[in-house]
């Protein structure tokens, strides 16, 4: 975890998995590094709004893989999901509902779809594409943490990769671009981005 900046209560915070994503970030903005997957996600930005105060928002940029063929460009999500907890098997055991599908405000009729493992193979990206079109590593687990504590959320991602043979090559590969493209959106839709 790496906060770049003070969080106040009159700005947004801009939450990002790693550097390479931040890289062409031009920003006033406070910038919380969480590192990748649902665990540091969730524990980074809990940690950070804990500590207070509380950002106006919480914009949470980054990178993400294509489920569908297609699916290219930046997006802004409306709904995210838990690929890699069995929910359904979980309340047939205890009675009680553990990750149900979070909708954002402001999100349109974009699904993520989270999950620790990096989706690289063809097989779990086309059992995923039937819940979702994208897929991350920490976009369920801020919003969580951010339902949790009250703070208004937007998940914005752009596609790296299509998620199946080699996207982990792809990401590598695509990584700058994407950062590139993350900064003019964030430029472009944030209005306190450069105060």
């Known amino acids: 975890m790496e906060l770049l900046g003070d969080i106040t209560p009159d700005r947004p915070l801009l939450v990002l998995a790693v550097k390479e994503e931040a890289q062409f970030l031009d920003t006033a903005l406070p910038v919380l590094l969480t590192g990748m997957g649902k665990v540091n996600a969730a524990t980074a930005l809990a940690t950070a709004l804990a500590r207070g105060p509380r950002p106006s928002g919480i914009v949470n940029l980054g990178t993400a893989g294509a489920l569908r063929s297609g699916w290219t460009g930046t997006h802004v999500v409306g709904t ?99 950062s590139r493209e993350l900064a003019d959106w964030a430029a472009a839709h944030i209005p306190a981005y450069r105060a």
Not at 105 to 128: C, Q
Request: glycine share 10%; charged share 25%.
């Open 80 to 178: 995210v999901v838990q690929h890699d907890l069995d929910g359904e098997l979980l309340a047939t055991l205890t009675g009680e509902t553990y990750g149900a599908p979070i909708a954002l405000p402001d999100g349109g009729d974009v699904v993520l779809a989270t999950g620790d493992a990096f989706i690289s193979d063809e097989a779990a990206r086309a059992r995923l594409a039937e819940r979702a079109p994208l897929v991350d590593m920490e976009g369920y687990a801020l919003a969580a943490a951010a339902e949790l504590a009250g703070v208004p959320l937007r998940i914005v991602k752009h596609v790296s990769d299509e998620a199946g043979d080699g996207a982990d090559r792809t990401w590598r590969e695509s990584v700058a671009a994407c």
